[in-house]
């Protein structure tokens, strides 16, 4: 020992509390010098607390705690101990003497084992030697197994190193044929021995044994079913071993922050902040993770008791009938159902047999609902008649239960059944549970065939005596008691009985608010993931280091694959969170676990309730359209002045279920930076949109793996123990070693069909048939097969069709609205399919009240099974489209079907009709459907052959519009869809009726508007002098009626400065745009759409100037990434608004050479387009000219030509193979050809060019003439006596060209081509419409000159 003398703070133990590094060392080292001791944790012993001022004065909660915990605590400033040990005399330390050995008290071999833990974890070593990590146990699977060993276990901890040193050691026993599968995991067995039972302590070692880690306990129980006496001493054995354990873990990390503190010290030149690393920590006391379950108040637990094998069709048909009828009782009255059913779980797994009485007591206890069935036969009991090979099986279980509920000693001889039965008939039994018993008419067994009657029958004259006497002690028991002659019968027998007493406990009307069911579902969703977990160390620690970290501002986002154990993950961190941390604010919000909860406004309007609630304050005038701008700024308020400053956690699973309406896919309405008190934790499928976007704000990303092999075999044991089943070790072998099984809902789906295998030898059968599935989709395929065994026998088509509606539905059904009417229409009543959904309940979810799958696996697996052959799903097409044809109005979910039916049935004529009827066109053509429109209208016009130019024209001199559409709007509406589809003659046409019918009723202010759109035609159209004519005009008009500082004028100008630009008339530009901005800022704001689209013009001027000042490309970047901010702000990453700034941007890129910026901007504009706008539209092909020129200038032509193709398909399909677009995209890629050394598909190219422009414009038109001149150059042989030139392309060097021609679309035309350095870099226009009229990219460049 070390002799030391007493100092001043003798017998004083300190603990320093939220005291930063540096300051605690200094502490620490005062502490230790004078005699005192320092607590690494506020336990009993502490006598001091030192706090900060601040901390003292602000009386925190963790304060409080300390002082509720010790009241006899001294809370104490830094001064009071520097004024302690003032002029006092250090303590000083004589060298130590030689250790002594230390005579051990004899102890059981257990508590022996026990003793090991006393050893230190590490050992100094020579600072050039690796030493490998301590490795950490954390759990054992199974937690016990027999003394003679012989048997396999999975252990899980921390810091497994693969090799020969990795030891895992139980008691005095190490293990063989260790299987390493990772960091975290090992499959072991304990080898054949002989050991006293009892507790023993489980450790790991990477080092052969030198240094063992933290130890769990485990089990060893008499395999001859004989006591041990010392499990009390053997208990405190481990816990002394382990608490021995983290006192010395402890002292070696301070032992080491000293040393490295030390050692920094001697570089002088560091600065400060490099010196704290990170805050330290206080640390905490784990426990192992293990949720413990309030028990909730509306909970009907029912519970099945009877013999297994002549009972077995009253088992299924409760199961099949009364379950699903049960719950959805229960459900309507916000009522929790669950049920126990013990059909098998007596398996030939030697090992597990005496647990088994135990769980099934277990679970009988915890019901409140008991239903017991009894037949002819006693059931398996200890007996001297008949078969007795399970006697000793049934001994051991006896002693194993007895241990839990010592009344089982007085009936040894009993059968499972009746001990079953005695947790309701015994004196311990609940007061309030309600019990009932079925007898059957012993007759039954005549209607048996014969070679079964003996499974039917008594066991023999003992089991006859006892269940006689065991039917009379029931029926005095005052229970109910009734008979049944036939299984049928039991249905209505037992369903009327568990019906009384729902009706009795939780009567009609009893039902929760709106908001009280609100949180029962998610607090619902919250247990169901808790209820079994395999908790994996190293992501519960990453959650742990995340809300630890002060520095964060953006959400962590837990990223994994559908299935893979996102949600179970945060909800069980969340349950271990609120155990250790009762001080903080936790709410957790699960998405699709209610109709409300993927509403996004609801979503934030109920976090801030949980919040208010929580803290006690008040809560924010909010509602579903002011929540979402104002909840940051409120969040951020509340996270700096909460009292005490609690630290806040939210929590947001299943961000990819959220409702897509509104924009909400593109988290608009989260904020995108949080305050650093405030630690959000969001779940997600890798839908790329979302995690786009969070990544888009820094947060941090957890990506989930998928479980290891030793993980399966213990989830497997896990779950199945929850549901009271066992399996033998061969099976549970089988199981975890299939690769699929990684899987975690391929691996629950293949144990729920497991589960609900009522015989113990088709077991095997099932797995064996689940295990060919080779994924989750294929398992589902045999789920459906068996549900319409099991549901369907008539095959009448009730699972088919019931899954089939639901798989053809665009958006999914109403359950109670729709699918019902669809399938009573069918001839299925809801008595037939309601028992087969409420057993699959969970592989649907509810979306704003909409019915769909919960994942595109089952989807998957429906369409495999139901709906794969083209005839069916027409036919079903059609019915759907029938059911909402008879919908009257025009209905927001009406135009979400029916369109969309009628497209996948065929009905041209019928979709034609539709989308011409005023109603329906007017409610589809608006920002959030009208992409829908466009793409049946191009559907119409293609099948049906249709012009839908002449569809609508027509309809505007005939139809007679109902009372709520006015004429002149709905013209201009018409006018303005064919300008965004890019039919821009019929789109004047229209616009030009729309304007007459606008003067001819006096509206000056809506003609404008037309006349605006007009200009723009005009511009597009190249008749730029009436575009500016009409434009200049427009402002007049504006500034006239509205005023010179009206956001009208402004947008006017807007237009006027596109136009002015490609007029290069610059001076003019910048005087309109910059006036359209000042008018922007002042009246609506930096951050605003229109604004944005004036910043993208000023980008698109700077960039048109760029030879004029090198500063300018550096303002056209500015300017665009300006315009970008506040389009993704306001709209999200993945808007097309967003698209058009990043192929300009991407523009400018090119031309700083930031060719791998350009490409980064092309590719997401590139996405966005094809997401949001579809493969086909034209803005993708204005993207995929951008892609020619970036990679035709880094010479990767073969890139160049395959999209440039693509190009010519789209804009050939959209407006036609010989429109002029269409020659634009020819004289492109025919000048790519003869770069490549493809010069007759180059020519065939340009004279395919020079052909629609001679058709279109005759041959002496200057379009007509460029094809003509770049075929020539091109052609022509270079001239001997020059010397030779480098080709010249599109993306070379041309002379600076004239103004170029407009290319169609219905938006301002774009500046001219870049400069000389690169050429141009020629788009088409996209389909205007966005907000402000974002105007769009450069136009075809100037024709190449011909090669050398």
């Not at 996004?600 to 801030?608: G, K, T």
């Not at 997600?684 to 993980?711: C, D, F, G, M, Y």
């Not at 057993?839 to 495999?864: K, M, P, R, W, Y």
């Not at 300008?979 to 046409?989: F, R, V």
């Amino acid at each position: 020992m070390v002799e030391e003398e007493r100092g001043v703070l003798h017998g004083q133990v300190f603990f320093l509390h939220d005291i930063g590094v540096v300051a605690k060392k200094a502490l620490h080292r005062a502490v230790v010098d004078y005699g005192g001791t320092v607590s690494p944790m506020p336990t009993k012993q502490v006598t001091h607390v030192i706090a900060t001022q601040d901390e003292i004065k602000g009386n925190s909660f963790k304060l409080q705690s300390i002082v509720a915990k010790n009241p006899h605590v001294k809370i104490v400033t830094e001064q009071f101990l520097m004024d302690r040990v003032r002029n006092a005399k250090k303590v000083v330390k004589k060298a130590p003497a030689q250790p002594q050995a230390v005579q051990q008290p004899q102890v059981e071999p257990a508590a022996l084992a026990a003793q090991q833990l006393t050893q230190p974890l590490t050992v100094a070593v020579p600072a050039d030697t690796q030493v490998a990590p301590v490795p950490t146990v954390t759990l054992v699977l199974p937690t016990s197994g027999p003394n003679t060993g012989d048997f396999r276990v999975a252990v899980f901890g921390l810091n497994f190193v693969q090799g020969p040193g990795l030891t895992i050691r139980f008691g005095t026993v190490a293990s063989t044929d260790n299987e390493f599968h990772g960091d975290t995991s090992i499959i072991c067995t304990i080898p054949p021995c002989k050991l006293a039972p009892g507790l023993v302590a489980v450790q790991a070692s990477n080092d052969g044994g030198k240094h063992f880690g933290f130890p769990v306990e485990f089990n060893f129980y008499d395999e001859t079913g004989g006591h041990f006496t010392h499990t009390v001493e053997q208990k405190v054995a481990v816990l002394r071993g382990q608490l021995q354990n983290v006192r010395r873990a402890i002292v070696n990390i301070q032992q080491t922050e000293l040393s490295l503190q030390t050692q920094l010290a001697q570089f002088p030149s560091l600065k400060p902040e490099e010196e704290e690393i990170e805050k330290e920590q206080e640390p905490e006391e784990r426990e192992e993770h293990v949720v413990h379950h309030d028990e909730f108040e509306r909970e009907i637990r029912v519970f099945i008791s009877s013999t297994l094998g002549d009972m077995k069709e009253e088992h299924d048909k409760i199961i099949k009938y009364v379950i699903p009828r049960l719950r959805k009782l229960c459900m309507s009255r916000d009522v929790l159902l669950s049920f126990a059913d013990l059909r098998w779980g007596v398996t030939g797994a030697k090992n597990e047999q005496p647990s088994m009485l135990l769980m099934c007591l277990r679970e009988a206890s915890k019901s409140n609902v008991f239903i017991g069935m009894l037949g002819e036969r006693y059931g398996f009991s200890v007996t001297t008649e008949g078969d007795n090979s399970h006697n000793d099986l049934l001994s051991r279980s006896m002693e194993n239960a007895a241990r839990e509920f010592p009344w089982v000693k007085d009936y040894k001889d009993r059968s499972v059944t009746e001990l079953e039965m005695r947790t309701v008939l015994s004196e311990e039994a609940s007061e309030d549970k309600h019990a009932h018993f079925f007898t059957r008419d012993p007759y039954y067994t005549e209607d048996v065939k014969k070679e079964e009657r003996h499974l039917f029958a008594s066991e023999g004259p003992i089991a006859a005596q006892k269940l006689s006497a065991l039917k009379a002690e029931i029926a005095k028991s005052g229970y109910p008691v009734k008979e049944y002659l036939r299984p049928a019968q039991i249905v209505d027998l037992t369903y009327n009985s568990i019906e009384n007493y729902i009706n009795d406990k939780y009567p009609k009307g009893s039902a929760l608010s709106e908001s009280e069911r609100e949180e029962l579902r998610h607090k619902l969703s919250a247990r169901n993931l808790t209820k079994l977990y395999l908790p994996n160390e190293n992501n519960f620690l990453e959650l742990d280091k995340f809300v630890n970290d002060n520095a964060k501002e953006a959400p962590l986002v837990v990223v994994g694959e559908p299935g893979s154990g996102k949600s179970a993950l945060v909800a069980n961190w969340i349950a271990l969170h609120k155990e250790h941390h009762p001080e903080d604010v936790v709410v957790s919000h699960y998405i699709g676990c209610s109709p409300a909860s993927t509403n996004y406004a609801s979503l934030l309007l109920r976090i801030m309730r949980l919040i208010c609630t929580q803290l006690a304050i008040p809560e924010l005038e909010a509602n579903n359209s002011t929540i979402s701008a104002l909840f940051p700024g409120w969040l951020n308020n509340v996270a700096m002045s909460n009292e005490n400053h609690r630290r806040m956690i939210i929590c947001i699973d299943g961000m990819d279920k959220i409702d897509e309406r509104d924009n909400a896919m593109e988290l608009v309405w989260f904020p995108n930076t949080f305050h650093n008190n405030v630690s959000v934790v969001v779940t997600t499928a890798p839908v790329q949109r979302i995690v786009h976007a969070l990544k888009k704000r820094n947060s941090h990303i957890l990506e989930l793996a998928l479980l290891a092999e030793a993980e399966r075999k213990s989830f497997v044991r896990m779950y199945l123990n929850q549901r009271a089943k066992k399996l033998s070790d061969a099976q549970e072998f089988k199981i975890a070693s299939a690769a699929q099984t990684a899987n975690p809902r391929f691996m629950q789906t293949l144990l729920d069909e497991i589960v609900v295998v009522s015989e113990q030898d088709a077991i095997d059968k099932r797995i064996g048939e689940c295990l060919e599935a080779k994924n989750t989709s294929k398992l589902y395929e045999l789920l459906l097969r068996r549900l319409e065994r099991d549901y369907d026998p008539d095959r009448k088509g009730i699972v088919r069709l019931f899954m089939s509606f639901l798989r053809c539905a665009r958006r999914g059904l109403n359950l109670e609205t729709e699918l019902i009417v669809l399938l009573e229409q069918n001839n299925i009543t809801a008595e037939e399919w309601s028992p087969m959904f409420v057993v699959v309940e969970d592989l649907f979810e509810s979306l704003g009240g909409i019915l769909s799958f919960a994942n595109n696996d089952f989807s998957d697996a429906v369409t495999s099974v139901f709906t794969w052959e083209k005839g069916v799903r027409n036919t079903l097409h059609e019915k759907l489209a029938t059911f909402f044809s008879k919908i009257e109005g025009v209905t927001d979910r009406k135009l979400e079907e029916l369109p969309y039916q009628f497209e996948q049935a065929n009905e041209w004529g019928k979709l034609r009709d539709l989308l011409a009827d005023p109603s329906v066109f007017d409610k589809l053509f608006c920002p959030t459907t009208k992409f829908d429109l466009f793409h049946w209208l191009h559907l119409v016009e293609t099948n049906a052959q249709c012009d839908v130019v002449s569809l609508f024209y027509d309809k505007l001199d005939k139809s007679s519009f109902s009372a709520d559409i006015i004429p002149a709007d709905f013209c201009y509406k018409v006018g303005k869809c064919l300008d965004e589809m890019s039919k821009i003659k019929g789109a004047e046409k229209v616009y030009l009726k729309a304007l007459r019918l606008y003067e001819a009723t006096s509206m000056p202010l809506e003609a404008a508007k037309v006349k605006r759109d007009l200009a723009q035609i005009y511009h597009v159209t190249r008749r730029t002098d009436k575009a500016e004519v009409l434009l200049q005009n427009l402002v007049e008009v504006y500034e006239k009626e509205k005023g010179p500082d009206d956001v009208d004028v402004a947008t006017t100008l807007n237009a006027l400065g596109m136009l002015y630009i490609d007029s290069r008339k610059t001076l003019n530009a910048h005087a309109a745009l910059e006036r359209a901005l000042q008018i922007c800022e002042s009246q609506l704001g930096a951050e605003n759409t229109i604004t944005a689209d004036v910043a993208y013009s000023l980008g698109c001027l700077y960039d048109f100037e760029r030879d004029l000042l090198a500063a300018n490309l550096e303002k056209a970047e500015e300017f665009l990434k300006r315009a970008l901010k506040i389009k993704e702000q306001l709209y999200g990453y993945y808007h097309p608004d967003v698209a058009w700034v990043l192929n300009k941007l991407g523009c400018v890129y090119i031309e700083q050479d930031q060719f791998n910026d350009a490409e980064d901007c092309f590719t997401m504009a590139l996405e966005i387009r094809e997401i949001s706008l579809g493969p086909k539209h034209v803005s993708v092909a204005q993207t995929l000219e951008n892609f020619i020129t970036l990679f035709a200038l880094q010479e990767q032509y073969s890139k160049a030509e395959e999209l440039g193709r693509r190009a010519l398909d789209i804009v050939s399909e959209t407006f036609g193979e010989t429109s002029f677009q269409v020659s634009s995209i020819l004289l492109r890629v025919g000048a790519l050809m003869f770069v490549m050394g493809k010069k007759d598909v180059g020519e065939a190219d340009l004279k395919r060019a020079v052909e629609i422009r001679t058709k279109l414009h005759g041959p002496d038109h200057p379009d007509t003439k460029e094809a003509i001149l770049t075929l020539a150059e091109l052609i022509a042989p270079p001239k001997p006596a020059e010397k030779p030139q480098p080709v010249k392309t599109t993306w070379s060097k041309p002379a600076p060209p004239p103004p170029p021609p407009m290319a169609a679309g219905g938006i301002p035309p774009p500046p001219p081509p870049p400069s000389a350095k690169y050429g141009g870099v020629q788009v088409l226009p996209p389909p205007p419409g966005g907000p402000g009229g974002v105007p769009p990219p450069p136009p075809p460049p100037p024709p190449p000159p011909p090669p050398p």
